[in-house]
């Protein structure tokens, strides 16, 4: 699965202090990475031919946009601080991303339709 940052990266985000969930919030990178990926469509053009991310030898993604980065930690973190999902906040409109990840990614977005 796709990691646009690394469990570092978002352990730091969240400023968590230890590793307790480590699986946990990789399955919450991996959701918030492909939530990402899904609004960008074909605008991903940081992904291999393969649709991965390449890593350096930390795990850390090479080539992914800043502001691809920063949307995925801001979705990691309403992930990571709502686990039970029952403090939906105004932002999220069905089918819509939460207005400071949507002006993160919009410039990068592919506009198509499908």
Do not use: C
């Amino acid at each position: 699965m796709v990691m646009l940052v690394s469990l570092q990266q978002a352990s730091d985000h969240l400023r968590r202090d230890n590793d307790d969930d480590d699986n946990d919030l990789i399955l919450k990178i991996q959701a918030a990475s492909r939530v990402v990926l899904n609004y960008l469509k074909d605008g991903a053009t940081f992904l291999d031919s393969f649709g991965d991310v390449e890593v350096d030898s930390n795990d850390n993604p090479l080539d992914v946009p800043e502001e691809v980065q920063a949307a995925t930690l801001l979705l990691i973190g309403d992930f990571y601080n709502d686990r039970e999902g029952s403090n939906e906040s105004a932002q999220w409109v069905t089918g819509n991303l939460p207005p400071m990840v949507v002006a993160l990614l919009y410039p990068l977005r592919d506009p198509t339709l499908a």
